[in-house]
């Protein structure tokens, strides 16, 4: 019979090497930004998270699907920067590439300081079209623990859902840009906009604060994949997402998250479009 000693070795030799084969599949779906020693791969034996880490040196941190979708269903749990994260942004998001003319689905949320609420911002740029901001207060505290972002996009709007409660969904109109032709990664980041994220850049980051840690885990992608050759491959159950748009219950949903949570419509930004308001905002 072995011994206690030797059984608890062998335990601790077979968990090791799970977690190392569990980091192998990270790295196998994923590529890392930078060096890669602000990405932390944490294996409990139960649940997989990455933890980014960003500090004044380094700036940030991020990761990378390496495969590439037209439309799908994206989810990820996250957990966000706690105390003190003004200049901080954290944000899981959708992007073809970084030319002009690219397109992209953003959730980010931009940090603030201790007491006050984060801004989860969304936005959707088509063909490099942008500035189609709708943010929000959210009814949590995102930084006191994990909660579930999605995003559900397909040829005829795209979703967006806070722990399966919809807040947002952005329709596609048959002469206005939409992000319908470019295949895009999925991006995980946390980096330093100071300039931007905390009160229009007023409140920069506080480095005496670093390191800031944003958790991440529970990542789905139910999606379709395109191949080195450009062709596309949709995995069985798609329809559940392919030709999904909101029904009557989900649009009050939406229509409640913009009364009681919203902080920020584009479309009520008389300064930002003093030549009128780009064409969605006149179509329901």
Known sequence: ??????????????????????????????????????????????????????????????????????????????????????????????????????????????????????????????????????????????????????IVWNPTNIIFQVDDVPVRTFRKYADLPYPSSQPMKVYFTLWDGSYWATRHGAVKIDWSQAPFVVNYRGYYANACVIGNSGSSACPAGSDGWMYRQLDGKGLDTVAWAERTCMTYNYCADGWRFPKGFPAECFRK
Do not use: C
Not at 7 to 15: G, K, Q
Not at 57 to 80: D, H, I
């Open 1 to 150: 019979m072995a011994s206690p000693s030797s059984v608890l070795h062998l335990s601790l030799a077979v968990l090791a090497l799970v977690a190392a084969l569990s980091e192998a599949g990270f790295y196998d779906q994923f590529d890392v930004g930078g060096s890669g020693q602000h990405v932390r791969v944490i294996e409990d034996g139960k649940t997989q998270q990455v933890a980014l880490t960003m500090d004044q040196r380094s700036g940030g941190a991020g990761f990378t699907s390496k495969a590439m979708y037209l439309y799908g269903e994206f989810s990820v749990q996250m957990k966000l920067v706690s105390g003190n994260s003004a200049g901080t942004v954290t944000s899981f998001y959708l992007k073809s590439g970084e030319g002009e003319g690219h397109d992209e689905i953003d959730i980010e949320f931009m940090g603030n300081l201790s007491g006050n609420p984060y801004v989860m911002n969304t936005n959707v740029w088509a063909n490099g079209d942008g500035k189609k901001e709708h943010q929000f207060y959210l009814w949590f505290d995102p930084s006191a623990d994990f909660h579930t972002y999605k």
